[in-house]
């Protein structure tokens, strides 16, 4: 059966006037919405993974293992470790048998053993990856979080200690990765430290001391600290990141959301920008000659525009998420948000990169 519209009335025919407005109306409003969205934009939200079980608390820096294809991440508050799987983002497996309050991850041996700095009992566990066995446990001072891994030298640097041992100072452990023990320990006049990076070239190791408003310089020759830069304006920098190339030390600071731009060679400044408040990841890009940083305001990515010159090229909405991992042979980004106030649930989002 046909249906048909019925012909309006003469009294009630449309002014040509009046169409040609609705159009332009229709227009105005299609060429906002386009102008919105970025042309060529450099992430683009794929999908999200729902994590109805966990609600709340916030989640640490992400581990890829890219032979298994299995992403993992630390739920501080759940006391968990998500798996997921690659590059889809399937959540495969919610692990709690393995550690109290879950930081830093680290994975060694091929991904068959993943290491947990536990702020929640103060030590790091080794734990197996195929049966999620506990094998090892290594002592630390309390509440151990942020790390680096040297794979050149096989050492995992991860800071404990500080304020929660009522000390004004912190240490950097290093901890064999070869026999999973402790070799040695620097001292860092701070009461919390946050993220690491490693030049390589200068066998320098880099730690912001949060508390103090300052980045502490380590030769990891002499396993001394050397230098303290203390950089203006910055409040509570966490986020890190290091371009080799350039010779460039990025900086995060929580609170305002700035970007400081250090020439790591001497610790000065070259250049600020306004960036997401609480910033807790921070990639550099060397292809792309792109920054991600990500906070609980969002996604910024940032561009290098010229010699010295960042700019903003996107915002990305995050729900909130702040910790995030970029994996190029796979041309993904992974950020993971908690249930709360921009998100009705937990999930990790998954975005292509180009």
Same mark, same amino acid.
Request: hydrophobic fraction near 40%; proline fraction near 6%; include cysteine.
């Given at each position: 059966?046909?249906?048909?519209?019925?012909?309006?009335?003469?009294?009630?025919?449309?002014?040509?006037?009046?169409?040609?407005?609705?159009?332009?109306?229709?227009?105005?409003?299609?060429?906002?919405?386009?102008?919105?969205?970025?042309?060529?934009?450099?992430?683009?939200?794929?999908?999200?993974?729902?994590?109805?079980?966990v609600t709340g608390g916030d989640f640490d820096h992400?581990?890829?293992?890219?032979?298994?294809?299995?992403?993992?991440?630390?739920?501080?508050?759940?006391?968990?470790?998500?798996?997921?799987?690659?590059?889809? =983002?399937?959540?495969? !497996?919610?692990?709690?048998?393995?550690?109290?309050?879950?930081?830093? &991850?680290?994975?060694? $041996?091929? @991904? %068959?053993?993943?290491?947990?700095?536990?702020?929640?009992?103060?030590?790091?566990?080794?734990?197996?990856?195929?049966?999620?066995?506990?094998?090892?446990?290594?002592?630390?001072?309390?509440?151990?979080?942020?790390?680096?891994?040297?794979?050149?030298?096989?050492?995992?640097?991860?800071?404990?200690?500080?304020?929660?041992?009522?000390?004004?100072?912190?240490?950097?452990?290093?901890?064999?990765?070869?026999?999973?023990?402790?070799?040695?320990?620097?001292?860092?006049?701070?009461?919390?430290?946050?993220?690491?990076?490693?030049?390589?070239?200068?066998?320098?190791?880099?730690?912001?001391?949060?508390?103090?408003?300052?980045?502490?310089?380590?030769?990891?020759?002499?396993?001394?600290?050397?230098?303290?830069?203390?950089?203006?304006?910055? =409040?509570?920098?966490? !986020?890190?990141?290091?371009?080799?190339?350039?010779?460039?030390?990025? &900086?995060?600071?929580? $609170?305002? @959301? %700035?970007?400081?731009?250090?020439?790591?060679?001497?610790?000065?400044?070259?250049?600020?920008?306004?960036?997401?408040?609480?910033?807790?990841?921070?990639?550099?890009?060397?292809?792309?000659?792109?920054?991600?940083?990500?906070?609980?305001?969002?996604?910024?990515?940032?561009?290098?525009?010229?010699?010295?010159?960042?700019?903003?090229?996107?915002?990305?909405?995050?729900?909130?998420?702040?910790?995030?991992?970029?994996?190029?042979?796979?041309?993904?980004?992974?950020?993971?948000?908690?249930?709360?106030?921009?998100?009705?649930?937990?999930?990790?989002?998954?975005?292509?990169?180009?």
């Amino acid at each position: 059966m046909d249906f048909f519209l019925p012909r309006p009335s003469p009294d009630h025919q449309p002014k040509q006037t009046t169409i040609r407005l609705l159009a332009l109306a229709c227009c105005c409003v299609a060429s906002t919405a386009i102008a919105k969205i970025p042309l060529n934009a450099p992430l683009t939200v794929l999908s999200t993974t729902p994590l109805p079980q966990v609600t709340g608390g916030d989640f640490d820096h992400f581990a890829a293992d890219l032979s298994r294809a299995r992403l993992y991440v630390p739920a501080e508050k759940y006391r968990s470790i998500e798996v997921f799987q690659l590059p889809n =983002g399937e959540h495969l !497996a919610s692990v709690k048998t393995v550690a109290k309050s879950p930081h830093k &991850i680290l994975l060694a $041996n091929g @991904g %068959k053993k993943l290491l947990i700095a536990d702020a929640g009992d103060s030590n790091v566990r080794v734990v197996d990856t195929t049966s999620f066995r506990v094998d090892k446990v290594i002592p630390l001072e309390p509440e151990p979080d942020s790390g680096v891994a040297d794979r050149k030298s096989g050492i995992f640097y991860v800071g404990n200690g500080g304020a929660q041992s009522r000390r004004d100072s912190a240490y950097i452990s290093m901890i064999s990765l070869a026999n999973d023990a402790v070799v040695g320990r620097i001292d860092v006049p701070a009461g919390q430290l946050k993220a690491m990076v490693i030049d390589h070239a200068t066998q320098r190791l880099f730690v912001n001391m949060r508390d103090k408003n300052e980045v502490g310089v380590i030769d990891l020759n002499t396993r001394k600290l050397t230098n303290i830069w203390h950089v203006p304006g910055p =409040g509570r920098n966490s !986020a890190m990141a290091f371009d080799p190339k350039s010779g460039r030390l990025f &900086i995060g600071s929580r $609170n305002p @959301g %700035k970007l400081f731009v250090l020439d790591a060679s001497d610790g000065s400044v070259i250049q600020t920008l306004g960036i997401v408040n609480i910033s807790d990841d921070m990639t550099f890009d060397p292809q792309h000659r792109r920054l991600y940083v990500t906070g609980a305001a969002g996604l910024d990515v940032v561009k290098e525009a010229g010699p010295d010159n960042y700019v903003i090229e996107q915002h990305v909405d995050t729900l909130g998420g702040k910790t995030s991992i970029y994996i190029p042979s796979l041309n993904r980004f992974y950020v993971v948000h908690t249930k709360g106030p921009q998100a009705a649930e937990a999930g990790l989002q998954v975005m292509s990169v180009r």
